[in-house]
Every structure is written in structure tokens, then in C-alpha cells.
């Protein structure tokens, strides 16, 4: 069974460039989540969507923004890009059913590798 | 509020010994989950160990342990016999469980192990 798989691996971007993340869930997992991992802030939750909806969502601005295809697949993306957004992006993805939380084990992808100049 | 703490910022060790990831955590509900995850440095961040607050019970496998103590909110993690594969930064997260399904991991700073051969 595939893993979580996270595109592209490795992107340069320059201040003020908007970037999409592309993610795509193990197969029959319905909720994806995303998390920015920088040295000084650590790993920090961006959001997760369920059945294409967001259902949570992290302390980042509005400049972060996410979503998730019918197939759940899902996209983020940054606009107007700060040096401080360098980081690795990590997706992850999980059954996310309600009422059974047994099978809301995240598992993650390789990340991608943001870097902004 | 939520938090994990994780004293000790690198750890390094002899093949063969024994080693011990602390890891202290916060939270208010009664009801939560605490996890393990593995990150080699090809950046993906591999599940390990998933406990839920009301099962205290230690769990072994293999060459790792995890003891789980709720009077001192601690869930320590020991690798018996380490190995220089097991050289990587072993995180530590706390989940909260409201309504079901919740996929906010709140992660601690991380331990770097290293295992010298």
C-alpha cells in the first residue's frame, strides 16, 4: 500500500511568489493534515480537512490557505511568500472517522522543502 | 493549554546501550492521546506508539518500551540495546479527543538521538 506522497520534494521560491503543495493521502483516508516544521517554531499544526471541509485549523495567517479534492487529495498553499516561511511542509493522513479515534493514526508524508530568498 | 515538553535536546549514546527520551505534557481534558514518532533524516516522520490516557499499562516491543505514568504526566519512551538505525529525532505529541475524531497533534522541541557505532 502506498505511503502519503508529498510534491514536489524540494521548492525555491523568492519573497513575495505565492506556492502550492500538492498531497496525496494513503488510499481510503479521508482526512489530511498539515504542519509546518521550522527550527525556532518547531513542528506546528497548519490545518486538516475531512471530506473536503476544514475542520480545524492552526494559528497561521490568512496567507496559508488549504484544500481538499473529492478524492482526497489536497493542495496548500502560500501567498505572498516571507522569508520565515522556509520550512519543511508535512502532510499527513489519516481514516479521520469520527467515533472510532482507534483509527486516527497520522501518518506522514517526506515533506516538502520550502525555501523562500 | 495544551503542551509537551521535551528536556533534553540531544542525546548521544554507544551502540549497545540502553537509552531514555523523557517527555512531560500538559493538558486539562481527562480524555487524550499521547504519541511517538520516529524522524530519520530523510525527514518523514514515522508512527511508533499511540496511547490513550485511560490505559496506563507499560508496552513493549521489540528493543522499545514506553512508560506511561499519569500521576507525573509523563510518557517516556527507552530503546534497550540501541542500534546506530535507531540514530534520528524521536518526537513526542499530545492529541486531545473531542467529539471523535481530532488530528491537532501538539508536538514537542524534539530529542536527537544519536547512536555512535
Known amino acids: 500500500k502506498a505511503g502519503v506522497t508529498q510534491t514536489p520534494r524540494y521548492l525555491i521560491k523568492t519573497r513575495g511568489q505565492q506556492v502550492t503543495l500538492s498531497c496525496s493521502p494513503i488510499?481510503?483516508?479521508?482526512?489530511v493534515s498539515w504542519y509546518q516544521q521550522t527550527p525556532g517554531q518547531g513542528l506546528q499544526f497548519l490545518f486538516e480537512?475531512?471530506?473536503?471541509?476544514?475542520?480545524n485549523k492552526g494559528n497561521f495567517p490568512g496567507r496559508f490557505s488549504g484544500r481538499q479534492f473529492s478524492n482526497s487529495r489536497s493542495e496548500m498553499n502560500v501567498s505572498t511568500l516571507e522569508l520565515g516561511d522556509s520550512a519543511l511542509y508535512l502532510c499527513?493522513?489519516?481514516?479521520?472517522?469520527?467515533?472510532?479515534?482507534?483509527?486516527?493514526?497520522?501518518?506522514f508524508g517526506a515533506g516538502t522543502r520550502l525555501s523562500v530568498l | 493549554a495544551q503542551k509537551v515538553t521535551q528536556a533534553q535536546t540531544e542525546i548521544s549514546v554507544v551502540e549497545k546501550e540502553d537509552v531514555t527520551l523523557d517527555c512531560v505534557y500538559e493538558?486539562?481534558?481527562?480524555?487524550?492521546?499521547l504519541f511517538w514518532y520516529k524522524q530519520p533524516p530523510s525527514g518523514e516522520l514515522v508512527f511508533l506508539i499511540r496511547?490513550?490516557?485511560?490505559?496506563?499499562q507499560n508496552e513493549i516491543s521489540g528493543r522499545y518500551s514506553w512508560n506511561f505514568q499519569k500521576s507525573t504526566s509523563s510518557f517516556n519512551f527507552t530503546i534497550t540495546a540501541s542500534q546506530v538505525v535507531d540514530s534520528a529525532v524521536y518526537f513526542c505529541?499530545?492529541?486531545?479527543?473531542?467529539?471523535?475524531?481530532?488530528?491537532?497533534?501538539?508536538f514537542g522541541t524534539g530529542t536527537l538521538l544519536a547512536v555512535q557505532p
Open positions: 480537512y475531512f471530506s473536503e471541509t476544514q475542520r
Open positions: 499527513a493522513s489519516s481514516l479521520g472517522t469520527s467515533g472510532d479515534i482507534a483509527k486516527n493514526i497520522q501518518y
Open positions: 493538558t486539562r481534558d481527562t480524555t487524550y492521546y
Open positions: 488510499s481510503g483516508h479521508r482526512s
Open positions: 496511547r490513550n490516557s485511560f490505559d496506563e
Open positions: 505529541a499530545l492529541s486531545e479527543a473531542r467529539g471523535g475524531a481530532t488530528n491537532k497533534l501538539i
